[in-house]
């Protein structure tokens, strides 16, 4: 008798659990099929060749281009490089702060662009952030149109630039115009004098950046099987996030 | 009298080495700690370093689960049961790949446990961040409640991205071009190929 009972607990028991896998299963499944019928796409075919063609750029030529870069420059000076460019993008922070009302940051980053220009030596060093604890608050129009109410719209990949959408590549056009680094004829301040020029500079700061952050997208790219959906996830739920604060 | 404390013995036995809801926290905060030890050793190779923290983490995922949930209901009926085999052991693979080229990555950064949540009575999520100088990476854990393991993981969301849903998305994207043999194959990570 107790022999029996223990074959049926034991027998019931190995048949309960393999079918409760397969249950268990079923009621993850709610969680995920949502999300995945909101995907409006209407230029996937163009997105994911631009993916291809991006990833081979930085794979063949940018890439190895920031690392022979990155080995004859020391971490000390790229950082600065960095700081030098990111300071001079005060003029796109601080309009965009201001056109969403945040007046704090946007004297926060006045703040940041005085000290770090001139005790931080034309923004070498970011010594308002460092020292001073005053940090930056990154902003620009794809942001302020967020922040107004515009949602994001379809998802364009650019070239050499990578994931954007609809509302942020419109934003990047117009924040070309403050940027002192992008040559606008007729404007009062321009860090170069031509269309070369700036392009140049503009390369520069793609390369030091590219310095930093190869290693990121490397990963990115072997965690992943295919690549373009991750990116586009990525890429969207960081401007959501940084639209929200 | 005997048979009943028999029955209850057994009953209560497979709860025994199950993890409790208090035990989450702590648990994985001995593990994580664990593991960035392991990290900051320079002698091993990433390699080395991420088969340890493995043996560590293992016990805390459903990996068989995740790889279910990355195919999706409808696909994984439609395999036999030696796909199925194959499938799981090439996502395990790809899973831990994927892991030790997250791992490459570690500069010293500190990971800070922040809470255990309920969100019903066997699910949960475990917040938890990754602080660098400038950045904090956020990174949940979702836990469902097993009746024979206790707590384990099914999801992990970096930066409010799902590993799970990510997946997903991949995987049915390869599969709209592919037979299921092409995709075991293709399932091998870093494939530029893939794109198209």
Do not use: C
């Not at chain 1, 223990?6 to 048949?15: A, G, N, Q």
């Not at chain 1, 690392?67 to 309009?95: C, D, E, M, Q, W």
């Not at chain 2, 043996?55 to 696909?75: H, P, Q, T």
Request: hydrophobic share 40%.
């Amino acid at each position: 008798m107790k022999f029996f009972l223990s074959i049926l607990v034991f027998v019931s028991v190995i048949f309960a659990a393999s079918n409760v896998q397969d249950d268990i299963a079923d009621s993850f499944d709610s969680e995920y099929t949502q999300e995945v019928k909101q995907d409006f796409d209407p230029l996937s075919g163009y997105n994911n060749f631009m993916t291809n063609v991006n990833d081979k750029f930085y794979t063949h030529i940018l890439f190895p281009v920031a690392k022979g870069y990155k080995k004859i420059v020391p971490k000390g000076a790229r950082t600065s490089v960095s700081n030098f460019f990111h300071n001079l993008f005060f003029p796109v922070r601080f309009v965009n702060n201001l056109l969403q009302l945040k007046f704090k940051n946007s004297f926060e980053e006045l703040e940041r662009f005085v000290i770090n220009s001139t005790v931080g030596v034309a923004g070498l060093f970011d010594v308002a952030g460092s020292k001073m604890k005053i940090y930056p608050h990154n902003e620009d129009l794809g942001q302020t149109l967020g922040f107004y109410g515009l949602g994001g719209g379809f998802h364009i990949v650019l070239p050499i630039l990578g994931p954007s959408n609809l509302r942020d590549t419109v934003g990047l056009v117009g924040d070309w115009y403050l940027d002192p680094k992008i040559y606008v004829e007729d404007r009062g301040y321009n860090l170069t004098d031509n269309d070369t020029e700036s392009f140049g500079v503009s390369s520069f700061n793609v390369i030091n950046r590219a310095s930093f952050d190869y290693k990121k997208y490397e990963a990115i790219k072997k965690g992943n099987v295919v690549l373009y959906p991750v990116l586009k996830d990525l890429y969207e739920k960081h401007r959501d996030k940084l639209i929200k604060e | 009298m005997k048979k009943i404390i028999i029955v209850l013995l057994l009953i209560f036995s497979t709860s025994l080495f199950a993890m409790q809801s208090d035990d989450v926290k702590s648990s994985m905060d001995t593990k994580i700690h664990k593991a960035l030890q392991i990290l900051k050793n320079k002698q091993e190779t990433t390699e080395e370093k991420a088969q340890k923290i493995f043996k560590i983490f293992d016990e805390m995922f459903d990996y068989n689960l995740m790889a279910r949930l990355s195919l999706g209901k409808r696909e994984w009926m439609n395999i036999d049961n030696d796909q199925r085999k194959k499938y799981v052991d090439n996502f395990i693979k790809l899973l831990k790949e994927s892991f030790i080229e997250k791992l490459k990555l570690y500069n010293d950064q500190k990971i800070k446990i922040e809470d255990f949540l309920k969100t019903r009575s066997s699910r949960a999520i475990l917040k938890t961040s990754i602080v660098d100088k400038k950045d904090k990476t956020e990174v949940d854990y979702k836990f469902y409640r097993s009746k024979k393991r206790g707590w384990i993981i099914y999801d992990v969301i970096v930066a409010g991205v799902s590993i799970i849903q990510s997946y997903r998305k991949q995987f049915a994207d390869l599969l709209q071009n592919n037979d299921f043999e092409e995709f075991l194959k293709r399932m091998k990570y870093s494939s530029a190929d893939n794109n198209a």
